[in-house]
Every structure is written in structure tokens, then in C-alpha cells.
């Protein structure tokens, strides 16, 4: 498979390669569950932004919203699920070999 085809297929992610969601798919499989105010604050990102990503993110079923447990109150929690891990797994995979490619100069 050459260069092109690969970045092509990396393209063609494109709702999960936007950095802002593609680090909330790589947050949650690192971290497990995290409430929303979790991912705002280790993300820094505005609650409009956030939802909105999380929005999309959810809309594909990448992640799904659960109810969980913090300083003992019932929060909304977002956790990636098995669809997200298989897809989070493809996406680096594929810009890892892209990676490779560019270092072995077949670019």
C-alpha cells in the first residue's frame, strides 16, 4: 500500500482524526470513565466545545454517557466503547505506518 492511499484512508476518518476528539478517544481508553467535568478540565476545553465533540463522538458510537459516582453525587460520565477502542486501534495504526513510510523516505 503506498503513501497516498494510506493518507486517504486516514482522510476518510476524518470525525475521529480532529486532534480534539482523537485526545477524548485516547483520554478515555487510557483512563477509563471520566465526567465531563474531568475531560474539561484535563482537555481545557470550553463546555460548548466539549459537548459538541463528545456530541459527535457519541452519534457514531464511539463513546457512550453513563451516570457514575464522584465526591458523592451521581455526574454524567463518558467512557470509549469496544467500537471506539477498534477504531481509535485503526486510526494509529494507520498513522504509524504512515509515520514508518516517511522515515524510510517512500514518500
Known amino acids: 500500500m503506498d503513501l497516498s492511499h494510506l ?4 482522510q476518510d476518518e476524518d470525525v475521529v ?3 480534539r476528539r482523537l485526545s477524548i478517544l485516547i483520554l478515555l481508553a487510557l483512563e477509563g470513565n471520566k465526567s465531563f467535568r474531568e475531560l474539561q478540565e484535563m482537555l481545557g476545553m470550553s463546555p460548548g466545545n466539549l459537548g459538541s ?3 459527535v463522538l457519541e452519534g457514531k458510537g464511539l463513546v457512550r454517557r453513563t451516570r457514575c459516582l464522584r465526591a458523592l453525587r451521581y455526574v454524567t460520565c463518558y ?4 467500537e471506539g477502542v ?3 486501534a485503526s486510526i494509529l495504526d494507520l498513522a504509524s ?3 514508518k ?4 523516505g517512500e514518500a
Open 79 to 82: 467512557e470509549i466503547t469496544d
Open 53 to 55: 465533540h463528545l456530541k
Open 101 to 104: 513510510m516517511i522515515d524510510e
Open 7 to 10: 493518507l486517504r484512508r486516514l
Open 97 to 99: 505506518r504512515v509515520s
Open 17 to 19: 482524526v480532529q486532534p
Open 86 to 88: 477498534e477504531k481509535l
